[in-house]
Nanobody, 122 residues
Framework: QVQLVESGGGSVQPGGSLRLSCAAS????????MGWYRQAPGKQRELVAA???????YYVDSVKGRFTISRDNAKNTMYLQMNSLKPEDTGVYYC????????????????WGQGTQVTISS
């Protein structure tokens, strides 16, 4: 069983910052790649960033240089520091755990949770 809880969202103006957290609870001995997804209303969910257990990172082109993904394996927690936020970053952000420990999310294994809302308004 895997339980994921996202937090840290909010409403900020363009150029602002937010720090998202994803707390994982699992009986697995280790957690492989973890990733952040976002979904705007009426649009497909997209992978924003991912990080392997060893710290190898992936970012979608649109957030490179602005977002930083990290994780604390001892706490089973993943973070997403978001700076220089833009209106197009608006959406519900979800986290998940991958079956494999690769730089990309190939097979998410946890049920999608409630996510955390990020709203960038100008």
């Amino acid at each position: 069983q895997v339980q994921l809880v996202e937090s840290g969202g909010g409403s900020v103006q363009p150029g602002g910052s937010l720090r998202l957290s994803c707390a994982a609870s699992t009986s697995a001995a280790t957690i492989n790649t973890m990733g952040w997804y976002r979904q705007a209303p009426g649009k497909q969910r997209e992978l924003v960033a991912a990080i392997t257990r060893g710290g190898t990172k992936y970012y979608v082109d649109s957030v490179k240089g602005r977002f930083t993904i990290s994780r604390d394996n001892a706490k089973n927690t993943m973070y997403l520091q978001m700076n220089s936020l833009k209106p197009e970053d608006t959406g519900v952000y979800y986290c998940n755990i991958d079956r494999f420990d690769t730089p990309f999310m190939s097979q998410p294994i946890a049920s999608w949770g409630q996510g955390t809302q990020v709203t960038i308004s100008s």
